[in-house]
């Protein structure tokens, strides 16, 4: 189960991103093939990898390991977007939230 989540979890992004693996390997500066090694569980990346990888999805480390956070950089806006809201307005899109979790 663990063994899969980080190559999992690396597509995910990915593809959210909307690049392809061989693009996404070439903008790391390693051989062209790499995102898909690691992707289809032939490697891991190296520590100093990983943090890159994080950095070019925009994401941190702490955000690639939420697997409950399907969407971490739409969640960043989210939040910091939030954060610029008054109380009374900050409550109503709570509200909003809450009612829309209830029907999933």
Same mark, same amino acid.
């Given at each position: 189960?663990?063994?899969? %989540?980080?190559? !999992?979890?690396?597509?995910?992004?990915?593809? #959210?991103?909307?690049?392809?693996?061989? !693009? *996404?390997?070439?903008?790391?500066? #390693?051989?062209?093939? $790499?995102?898909?090694?690691?992707?289809?569980?032939?490697?891991?990346?190296? *520590? #100093?990898? &990983? &943090?890159?990888?994080?950095? %070019?999805?925009?994401?941190?480390? #702490?955000? %690639? &390991? !939420?697997?409950?956070?399907?969407?971490?950089? *739409?969640?960043?806006?989210?939040? !910091?977007?939030?954060?610029? @809201?008054? $109380?009374?307005?900050?409550?109503?899109?709570?509200?909003? *939230?809450?009612? @829309?979790?209830?029907?999933?």
């Amino acid at each position: 189960m663990y063994e899969n %989540f980080l190559p !999992d979890r690396l597509a995910e992004l990915r593809i #959210q991103k909307g690049i392809s693996a061989r !693009d *996404m390997s070439l903008s790391l500066g #390693q051989a062209n093939n $790499y995102i898909n090694t690691i992707e289809n569980k032939k490697s891991l990346p190296s *520590m #100093q990898s &990983f &943090f890159y990888i994080c950095e %070019f999805l925009d994401i941190t480390p #702490q955000e %690639f &390991f !939420d697997g409950n956070n399907s969407n971490p950089k *739409m969640l960043k806006e989210f939040i !910091d977007e939030a954060k610029k @809201l008054d $109380y009374t307005s900050l409550s109503h899109i709570l509200g909003i *939230m809450k009612e @829309l979790n209830k029907h999933k």
